[in-house]
């Protein structure tokens, strides 16, 4: 019997033989795989990331590897170091396609960046041409191999910043995107990503500069070219207004469904009063490490900052890091921050296991302790809150003064980013909800104020002294505690600005008592924007006056069509639905592609 089993074991053990060296698969393995619906390249989170990036010393530097789309199925998963499901934490390798089998490829999220960015690619290709090679199902047939150079015009900007031009003759049907270019420059790149109809490439040269766009001497950053922070520092900041606002139209042709005739042009971009130091928050991070560098450094490393640690921001078109002492468009306290902050990391650097980020804010100093009433605040504060001192820890209390108000806020949680242009901002929102209502009679006029989305209470403090009660909403148990502390720190009355917590399925039955009439409604939410369910309240609402500011004009847009289309569906007995009155840009964020945009809604 023994016999037996040892002759059947010999013959297992050789039928396994014969299938890896002839490259017949193997039999599945317990250990989850990798979903390639999944994406596969994560970007760095503002956390401490639990997992680094593996060294990848014998896959050669990162900088040098082919850069896939996320949902690229050639796009292969490193496991992280960790035991997986007890086989090791080995990385499971893509088995080969099957000969004459589509690749499946993900379509971009609704709103999201890369779907801007389609939006744009299909505007420069024109429909005819996208249609084309959608029916013969070669949209994803790139006529550029990695590392290519080409020689390119640029014939406009995308929304997200970056330069398309179309691929050299015969391959006018295929855009390449690059960074740092303007519209009319001959440039040279070199493609290190294909997509849906375009391709990634980086920016080698400006072959032909546009002189009446492009001013080098407006760089104030070294870094400006590399670092992924900035696009546009190049530019005349009455350029980056133009452009951002050229942004908001688009956004609404592309994402709101509404015919050109309900949407109204797009007033002249709000600019920032502050085009550098203007950032209040910055968040650089490095990683730790990597195996190989430990394995060398013996017993005794070298003093000084090792070859390995770089501290700053993501470069451009790449997953690595960009050594940055400093940031332009950073306050000075911050600036004045990083140096100690970068020196003490250097000291510790073999001490860290993984990769890190960083959380630096600037905070109005504030010695002295608050009484619980909020007696004589103001008069206790005047002296001291002008000082400024940069905060680290993201569980402190952060403080900043908007105006003649002060706020504080937990050091993790969101405020804008800008503070020079947050009265500006303020003061838009108030007028655009009194301007139409200017020779209306005393019982007509605003009288409520629904601030949504209220977070810390920037909206609802500031224009407190306008309305006779205001009432703040969050979902979020801890703003709505920092929202309340900040409404007594400016000795508002009690009783007239009040924060509550809405449920989301009924989150206005909290101001049911609330004149419709005499109501204005500000929302301001996340870059996702708001769902349905949001909207169908908000009509069912039935203020007077919305007021719309988002941090996502294309989400905006979206949410905008979907009032619009629905209003029909609300309208009461009167006979009002909404209309989009006006629409405007702000800009929060010089030297970046990125703008603001204010949407005032009015029910007639």
């Not at 804010?361 to 400024?388: C, F, W, Y």
């Not at 703003?479 to 924060?499: M, Q, V, W, Y």
């Not at 109501?519 to 369910?533: H, N, S, V, W």
């Not at 500011?549 to 009032?563: F, K, L, P, W």
Request: charge should be neutral; proline fraction near 7%.
């Amino acid at each position: 019997m023994n016999a037996i089993l040892l002759r059947n074991s010999f013959r297992t053990i050789k039928v396994s033989i014969r299938r890896f060296t002839t490259g017949k698969p193997r039999a599945a393995t317990s250990w989850p795989r990798q979903s390639y619906n999944e994406p596969l390249i994560s970007r760095m989170s503002a956390q401490v990331r639990s997992h680094p990036p593996s060294d990848g010393e014998d896959a050669g530097p990162v900088e040098k590897r082919p850069r896939m789309d996320a949902d690229d199925p050639e796009v292969i998963a490193r496991s992280p170091s960790t035991s997986h499901g007890g086989q090791g934490g080995r990385a499971e390798r893509k088995k080969p396609a099957r000969k004459g089998k589509k690749q499946k490829h993900l379509l971009p999220e609704p709103c999201s960046s890369d779907d801007v960015l389609w939006h744009d690619v299909k505007s420069l290709l024109g429909e005819e041409k996208v249609d084309c090679r959608i029916m013969e199902g070669t949209e994803w047939d790139a006529p550029f191999d990695f590392k290519d150079e080409l020689e390119v015009m640029v014939s406009k900007l995308s929304s997200n910043g970056n330069a398309l031009a179309l691929g050299p003759e015969p391959h006018s049907s295929w855009v390449i995107v690059a960074p740092f270019a303007l519209p009319g420059e001959t440039i040279r790149v070199r493609v290190y990503r294909q997509s849906r109809l375009h391709s990634f490439a980086d920016l080698l040269n400006v072959v032909t500069p546009n002189p009446e766009l492009r001013d080098q001497s407006r760089i104030k950053c070294k870094y400006f070219g590399k670092c992924s922070g900035c696009q546009y520092q190049m530019l005349s900041y009455e350029d980056q207004l133009d452009i951002k606002r050229n942004v908001v139209i688009k956004a609404y042709q592309n994402f709101s469904d509404l015919p050109e005739s309900v949407v109204p042009a797009a007033l002249p971009t709000i600019g920032s009063p502050k085009q550098y130091h203007y950032r209040t928050k910055i968040t650089p991070h490095f990683e730790a490490a990597p195996r190989k560098a430990r394995l060398e450094k013996g017993e005794n490393p070298n003093s000084g900052k090792p070859d390995w640690l770089k501290i700053g921001f993501n470069e451009i078109g790449k997953r690595t890091v960009l050594d940055i002492e400093e940031c332009p468009i950073a306050t000075p306290v911050l600036n004045e921050a990083l140096g100690p902050i970068r020196e003490d990391i250097v000291n510790k650097a073999w001490s860290y296991k993984k990769g890190v980020s960083l959380l630096l804010r600037d905070s109005v100093d504030n010695p002295i302790s608050i009484e619980q009433d909020g007696s004589s605040t103001m008069d206790a504060l005047s002296s001291e809150l002008e000082k400024h001192v940069c905060i680290t820890d993201p569980k402190a209390t952060i403080r900043e003064k908007v105006g003649d108000k002060y706020f504080e806020f937990p050091g993790h949680a969101f405020f804008q980013n800008n503070n020079s242009v947050l009265i500006p901002l303020t003061d838009y929102v108030k007028d655009a909800i009194f301007q139409a209502s200017p020779d209306l009679p005393q019982d007509q006029q605003p009288t409520h104020l629904v601030d949504a989305y209220c977070g810390s209470g920037l909206f609802s403090i500031v224009l407190s002294p306008h309305f006779t009660t205001v009432a703040g909403i969050e979902i979020s148990a801890d703003s709505i505690k920092f929202a309340t502390h900040n409404a007594r720190l400016n000795d508002i009355p009690e009783g007239k600005c009040t924060f509550r917590s809405g449920d989301a399925a009924d989150i206005f039955s909290v101001v049911s008592d609330f004149p419709r009439e005499q109501t204005a409604l500000i929302i301001d939410p996340p870059r996702k924007g708001c769902d349905e369910a949001f909207i169908e309240q908000l009509l069912a609402f039935r203020c007077k006056t919305v007021v719309y500011v988002s941090c996502n004009v294309h989400t905006q847009a979206r949410d905008v069509g979907m009032i619009l289309k629905l209003t029909n569906k609300f309208k009461g007995e009167d006979g009002k639905g909404y209309v989009l009155e006006s629409l405007r840009g702000f800009d929060l964020f010089p030297q970046t592609a990125h703008v603001e945009s204010v949407a005032v809604l009015r029910l007639v």
